[in-house]
């Protein structure tokens, strides 16, 4: 693998990172990666481990969550499952498996950190620890909202989600594209990469190339239209750009224009299904 770029971690700790490029599956990889990474999700500025809205860009962030709670549901029962049975992996404090719990849907959440499953439960949503907990269940639909660039054992972890899905069932992966345009234009500053937190980076192709072997494919893929706005917003609070807010808006702006005919999004939703 070569050296693609250096970051750092801007989020927590301070500390560098190198993102290096795996040619063959065209995918981007954080090293080093710490054996421990608790540490690094400890902050109030976690925002998926938090229901904050102290800053402008929480309420920002919880606004717009709201809305897409909905989205992602109906994006789900578009895809005709049939048993309603749904895991949903990196929970998180359990809004979304709330939205689908109140569309019929049968749910079970994983969250690793102990913060979220503590407000999770506060909502009357009891959040497992780890995927061990639900071995051996089938679920008709597997969520993962921004969650597969955090897993580490990439592969294994790959072949257990593939274990617990039903034949039929559709698995629903959205994760942020190291090829869209914000990502060039930020560059080490791109908020995305959020360094060690996100182990891996990836690209249409590697997430095709790395579910074939389970006799899975993709047979969709959506775009996130916010999250252009809302990466390109902390990216330029990284940068220490006073006026963030102007500067992030017409960065997204055009990062979502130049996708239309790129089909690079910000961040991408893959549905995939088994081949048949």
């Given at each position: 693998m070569k050296l693609f770029l250096k970051t750092k971690d801007f989020s927590v700790s301070g500390e560098a990172f190198e993102l290096y490029r795996d040619e063959g599956l065209d995918m981007l990889v954080t090293k080093p990666q710490p054996q421990n990474l608790g540490p690094y999700y400890e902050s109030e500025d976690y925002i998926s481990h938090t229901d904050a809205k102290s800053t402008l860009t929480d309420r920002?962030?919880?606004?717009?969550?709201?809305?897409?709670?909905?989205?992602?549901?109906?994006?789900i029962e578009n895809q005709y499952v049939k048993s309603k049975s749904l895991l949903d992996l990196g929970a998180g404090t359990g809004d979304f498996l709330i939205t689908a719990q109140n569309s019929g849907f049968r749910v079970t959440g994983i969250e690793p950190?102990?913060?979220?499953?503590?407000?999770?439960?506060?909502?009357g949503v009891h959040?497992?620890?780890?995927?061990?907990?639900?071995?051996?269940?089938?679920?008709?639909?597997?969520?993962?909202?921004?969650?597969?660039?955090?897993?580490p054992n990439l592969e294994e972890q790959i072949t257990t989600l593939a274990n617990l899905l039903e034949e039929d069932g559709v698995l629903v992966i959205a994760v942020p594209n190291f090829k869209s345009f914000d990502a060039?234009?930020?560059?080490?500053?791109?908020?995305?990469?959020?360094v060690p937190r996100h182990l891996w980076h990836f690209s249409k192709t590697s997430i095709a190339k790395l579910?074939?072997?389970?006799?899975?494919?993709?047979?969709?893929?959506?775009p996130m239209w916010f999250?252009?706005?809302y990466v390109s917003m902390l990216s330029e609070k990284y940068k220490g750009n006073k006026l963030y807010l102007i500067s992030a808006f017409?960065?997204?702006?055009?990062?979502?224009?130049?996708?239309i005919f790129t089909k690079e999004h910000s961040s991408l939703i893959y549905i995939l299904k088994r081949k048949k």
């Open positions: 920002l962030y919880q606004l717009v969550k709201a809305k897409n709670l909905k989205d992602k549901v109906q994006l950190n102990a913060k979220a499953r503590k407000l999770a439960e506060q909502k959040l497992q620890e780890s995927l061990k907990e639900v071995s051996g269940q089938k679920f008709q639909a597997i969520t993962l909202w921004h969650v597969l660039e955090h897993l060039k234009h930020y560059k080490s500053y791109w908020a995305a990469f959020d579910f074939a072997p389970h006799q899975m494919e993709v047979v969709k893929i959506k999250d252009a706005f017409f960065v997204g702006l055009w990062s979502n224009f130049r996708a």
